[in-house]
């Protein structure tokens, strides 16, 4: 796929989930309609779910076509949940063990924010790490037929768990799919030659280029246990070569933003291919996220 992560764990922690009953579900009922935003760099769907004190928000991203998305959730219900927390997309959906970020929504409260999910049944943190594409002839996209049997996300801790009543979740992830392809036009590429292409843009040296980009984590925020991520769009030639890098801070950070652009331009690709099997200028999305375990 276009969406690569790559990962950097500053210090390993474990938590064990609390063996106890679970309390019946907090259910938080949808209070808006979704929320489509067509922003320059990204697309997000949004929507509203819970009034006063239980009003909370949920907030799908993307930042190109893919098949996993950014999820944030954030609200009171949400408060007391550490990064310990599982997170399920049901009924059909398996449970994911990923940490995710803990944040604020402004005017909302706490968040728990995933750098990336996708709809498969179950992953864990090193499953979901290696992001590693099984396509390669063909747009990623989110998987519609899965969403089609998800009608709500629910976190749980121990005893607690919050679920948000999302309803089928196919027709909004159908619009996120489509406003992720015509974000394409927006880098100056031809968002009709990728609908058609053959083969996606493949990294031939990211192993070595994850490994420099590593060693930039800033001490001043390794010291200050400060976590965040960064996402970089690259421009591909038909050559393989990068023509363009551009980074967008995902998370708020005064020490994290890192000079990864020199490294990536030294990164080198399998040019994608159009339909009729030439080489073509195309784009990778990599995600560079800097954690506490």
Same mark, same amino acid.
């Given at each position: 796929?276009?969406?690569?992560?790559?990962?950097?764990?500053?210090?390993?922690?474990?938590?064990?989930?609390?063996?106890?009953?679970?309390?019946?579900?907090?259910?938080?009922?949808?209070?808006?309609?979704?929320?489509?935003? $067509?922003?320059?760099?990204?697309?997000?769907?949004?929507?509203?779910?819970?009034?006063?004190?239980?009003?909370?928000?949920?907030?799908?991203?993307?930042? %190109?076509?893919?098949?996993?998305?950014?999820?944030?959730?954030?609200?009171?219900?949400?408060?007391?949940?550490?990064?310990?927390?599982?997170?399920?997309?049901?009924?059909?959906?398996?449970?994911?063990? #990923?940490?995710?970020?803990?944040?604020?929504?402004?005017?909302? %409260?706490?968040?728990?924010? $995933?750098? %990336?999910?996708?709809?498969?049944?179950?992953?864990?943190?090193?499953?979901?790490?290696?992001?590693?594409?099984?396509?390669?002839?063909?747009?990623?996209?989110?998987?519609?037929?899965?969403?089609? %049997?998800?009608?709500?996300?629910?976190?749980?801790?121990?005893?607690?768990?919050?679920?948000?009543?999302? /309803?089928?979740?196919?027709?909004?992830?159908?619009?996120?799919?489509?406003?992720?392809?015509?974000?394409?036009?927006?880098?100056?590429?031809?968002?009709?030659?990728?609908?058609?292409?053959?083969?996606?843009?493949?990294?031939?040296?990211?192993?070595? #280029?994850?490994?420099?980009?590593?060693?930039? $984590?800033?001490?001043?925020?390794?010291?200050?246990?400060?976590?965040?991520?960064?996402?970089?769009?690259?421009?591909?030639?038909?050559? /393989?070569?990068?023509?363009?890098?551009?980074?967008?801070?995902?998370?708020?950070?005064?020490?994290?933003?890192?000079?990864?652009?020199?490294?990536?331009?030294?990164?080198?690709?399998?040019?994608?291919?159009?339909?009729?099997?030439?080489?073509?200028?195309?784009?990778?999305?990599?995600?560079?996220?800097?954690?506490?375990?």
């Amino acid at each position: 796929m276009f969406r690569t992560t790559i990962c950097f764990a500053a210090l390993a922690a474990a938590g064990a989930q609390d063996a106890a009953a679970a309390e019946p579900a907090t259910v938080l009922p949808a209070s808006s309609s979704w929320h489509l935003d $067509y922003a320059e760099q990204s697309c997000r769907l949004a929507r509203t779910f819970g009034e006063g004190e239980g009003r909370s928000v949920v907030f799908f991203t993307q930042h %190109g076509p893919g098949d996993s998305f950014e999820l944030t959730l954030a609200g009171e219900p949400l408060d007391r949940f550490s990064p310990n927390v599982a997170i399920q997309f049901g009924p059909i959906g398996g449970t994911w063990k #990923i940490r995710p970020f803990r944040g604020d929504v402004e005017g909302v %409260g706490p968040a728990l924010i $995933y750098s %990336g999910l996708d709809l498969a049944e179950e992953q864990d943190e090193e499953e979901a790490e290696e992001d590693v594409a099984e396509a390669r002839d063909s747009l990623p996209a989110i998987d519609i037929h899965r969403a089609k %049997g998800m009608d709500y996300i629910e976190v749980s801790q121990g005893r607690r768990r919050v679920r948000f009543a999302t /309803g089928t979740l196919d027709k909004p992830f159908a619009a996120l799919n489509a406003c992720s392809v015509d974000l394409i036009a927006e880098w100056g590429l031809d968002a009709d030659q990728h609908r058609s292409l053959t083969r996606i843009v493949d990294p031939t040296n990211m192993k070595l #280029i994850a490994s420099r980009v590593g060693r930039d $984590y800033p001490a001043a925020a390794l010291h200050k246990g400060e976590q965040g991520i960064i996402r970089a769009l690259l421009i591909v030639g038909a050559d /393989g070569r990068v023509e363009r890098c551009t980074l967008d801070n995902a998370t708020n950070s005064e020490t994290l933003p890192a000079p990864a652009c020199r490294v990536l331009d030294d990164a080198v690709f399998e040019p994608a291919l159009d339909s009729q099997g030439q080489p073509m200028r195309s784009f990778y999305i990599t995600k560079i996220v800097y954690k506490m375990g």
